[in-house]
């Protein structure tokens, strides 16, 4: 049996806002499955991933807070996934912002008066630092050649064994009873509480503000223009006079910049202090988000709800249901497997040709 | 035994663990050799070499054999490839993200079938023992005293070689991989055979995975292959795309692999983090070596390595 793809002519907007939550609706199907073969009701399983996590306000917090980090590093991602340049390094990204703009954070602590300027500096430091380190593999792409794939990743793991040396090493708390972890910031260093005895943070109002603004920047300037036609024509791009390495530079900076903003307010807002480890894979589970949102703004903050939903979701399961952690991980790799299928039968017809070969 | 003796064989047993650190990226990175000589970039070997490795131990418990366990990691990584296929091949989706989605499907899925085995150990994979030849001084283990995994490593590499510049079908394979438009309107069958390329590839990942539960550790851990298939990815590209050069290249990383537990254990006064960081900033200083050394030559990487293909009938 032969298959083939017609690319369709006109594509209409309905089966491209329609193919994510069919997808949606597939690995739904597909995880109940694989929650009854674990010998589990997967009627009781959907109730506590997708149902539960909604019928309180603390735990509604917890989905805006887990959101707000992946909604943050997506939309980044957005720009450079739209220029087909393929940073995969967010995870690293994030970790350096949180780390060094939390070194401010641990830095400030002590000093009178809760000053005005720790929370600013520590934002601008994070956001920074995500940047210069989005650029390392930049330039080495621009200017050698080499694949920014590889690089990014590999340089994730260089940041999370730096941040685990600070956290034991230089930053650790000296009264902190050897606990791996640096002072607890002082309220300077705090990003505010939105709700009065609430765990929801200002990060998650700095994450739908990104959001807003990448609408806008992608859809109303010439930057977003040309990363937009450098992903759908490269050719026409360059008759455009729109340049590789300045695009890939540009890309590289804004994602990298959001990945850090996302790490020092998960710092800042959140946690409070520097540990170890600071992130439980945002940085990865950030490029199912961007591609389950079709790489837009706003799609990428229905998909980072729906996401940090499930993650939610998934720690209830495993201690109601015993059902463990990595059935979400599973589900959200399945998740985007089958987004990106759809998305090919959105845009080509497909034709079974019975008796031909391939 | 005399001193002379002893640092022989002092030399062997280091030679015997960087060919043992250096197996399971040989086995992945020829894989993915030849996935990305037809024209598919698999970015998802990570994920297939830890769910073989989790399958290849689950299925080595139960059956009490290494062999059938080798086997079923083969046939996970095998079956995850497929599905990467179906995506990339048939459905022509994003070769980069449907990758991505195979790792975390991979690692999800790895932690479900390995869950109940965590904290077990098995013997490791049995080595072989040659009468008076495993025994020799200096070179009998090295030669004659390794595990199957080893053997196999080396004679894929062979084969891989012999296969791509000496049959026919690797010819057709190589020639997909620069050129998918052109090799179709010869009428050759472009994705029939980069869906094969991939299955072999997704099979050798498994396969490295199996090895690292099955003889290296030998137990199995959540996430243990730790990025070893992204080392193996980069060592294609440092390899240019050739086999023995993979082989090369793995014992080079495998070296430093070596070096860095071996400097680890003996605390030479830099934190441990930085010595466990080598690994990953020796593939990014290789990969830039590479490339500075290229500047001229242009890319060796198969020209249509990562794009879609959708045949216009």
């Not at chain 1, 954070?105 to 005005?116: K, M, Q, S, T, W």
């Not at chain 1, 640096?182 to 005895?197: I, K």
């Amino acid at each position: 049996m032969r298959i083939d793809l017609t690319p369709r002519t006109g594509r209409s907007a309905l089966m491209d806002a329609l193919s994510p939550i069919l997808a949606f609706l597939a690995a739904l199907v597909i995880g109940g499955l694989v929650v009854a073969a674990l010998g589990r009701s997967p009627a009781a399983a959907f109730v506590t991933y997708f149902m539960a996590p909604l019928s309180e306000v603390w735990s509604l917090q917890e989905v805006a807070i887990k959101a707000a980090p992946l909604a943050l590093i997506a939309t980044g991602l957005a720009f450079c996934y739209r220029a087909n340049i393929w940073n995969i390094g967010a995870e690293g990204q994030f970790v350096v912002g949180g780390l060094f703009g939390g070194w401010i954070g641990v830095a400030a602590h002590g000093i009178p008066g809760d000053p005005l300027w720790v929370l600013p500096l520590m934002l601008l430091v994070g956001t920074g630092a995500g940047m210069v380190y989005g650029l390392i593999p930049a330039l080495l792409k621009v200017h050698l050649g080499v694949s920014e794939i590889l690089t990014s990743l590999m340089l994730v793991y260089v940041a999370e064994l730096l941040l685990d040396y600070m956290a034991r090493g230089p930053l650790r708390d000296p009264a902190g009873f050897n606990f791996p972890q640096s002072v607890t910031f002082d309220d300077a260093a705090h990003l505010p509480y939105l709700m009065e005895g609430g765990t929801l943070h200002a990060g998650v109002a700095l994450a739908v503000a990104v959001v807003v603004l990448a609408t806008l920047v992608l859809g109303r300037t010439l930057f977003g223009f040309a990363v937009r036609v450098v992903g759908a024509s490269p050719r026409a791009a360059r008759f455009a006079g729109f340049g590789d390495a300045r695009l890939t530079l540009a890309v590289f900076a804004v994602s990298g910049a959001a990945a850090g903003l996302a790490g020092i307010s998960e710092v800042a807002g959140r946690i409070g202090q520097l540990q170890p480890s600071i992130s439980p894979g945002y940085g990865f589970t950030a490029i199912i988000v961007a591609f389950l949102g079709r790489l837009s703004p706003m799609g990428i903050l229905v998909a980072a709800l729906v996401i940090a939903l499930t993650t939610i979701g998934g720690e209830g399961a495993q201690i109601d249901l015993k059902l463990p952690l990595d059935l979400t991980r599973a589900f959200q790799g399945l998740l985007l497997a089958l987004v990106l299928g759809a998305d090919a039968l959105s845009r080509y017809r497909v034709r079974f040709v019975p008796g031909a070969t391939a | 035994m005399t001193v002379h003796g002893l640092t022989l064989d002092i030399v062997q047993m280091v030679l015997v663990t960087i060919v043992a650190a250096a197996t399971p990226l040989m086995i992945a990175a020829l894989g993915e050799l030849v996935a990305e000589r037809a024209g598919v970039l698999n970015l998802g070997v990570e994920g297939m070499m830890v769910l073989g490795a989790a399958a290849g131990f689950a299925v080595a418990v139960e059956t009490g054999s290494t062999f059938v366990g080798a086997v079923a990691g083969a046939g996970a990584g095998l079956a995850l490839s497929a599905l990467f296929g179906l995506l990339t091949v048939v459905l022509s989706a994003n070769q980069v993200a449907s990758g991505l989605a195979m790792t975390i499907l991979g690692l999800g899925l790895s932690g479900l079938v390995g869950a109940s085995y965590v904290g077990l150990k098995r013997d490791p994979a049995p080595h072989l023992a040659l009468p008076g030849l495993t025994d020799l001084p200096g070179l009998g283990r090295l030669l004659f005293g390794q595990d199957g995994f080893v053997y196999l490593a080396f004679a894929l590499a062979a084969g891989v070689s012999w296969f791509l510049w000496r049959t026919r079908a690797g010819l057709i394979l190589r020639a997909i991989g620069d050129d998918h438009t052109a090799t179709h309107a010869l009428g050759l069958q472009v994705r029939r055979v980069r869906f094969r390329a991939v299955l072999f590839g997704g099979a050798c990942a498994g396969l490295a995975g199996a090895y690292l539960s099955l003889s290296y550790t030998p137990f199995w851990a959540p996430a243990m292959t730790a990025g070893r298939g992204w080392i193996a990815l980069a060592l294609v590209v440092f390899a240019s795309w050739r086999p023995f050069r993979v082989l090369a290249g793995a014992l080079l990383f495998g070296g430093a692999t070596v070096l860095q537990l071996n400097a680890q254990a003996a605390g030479l006064g830099l934190p441990g983090q930085a010595l466990s960081a080598l690994p990953y900033l020796a593939t990014i200083l290789a990969l830039v070596l590479l490339s500075l050394g290229r500047r001229r030559g242009g890319s060796l990487a198969p020209a249509a390595l990562g794009r879609v293909f959708t045949p216009h009938r």
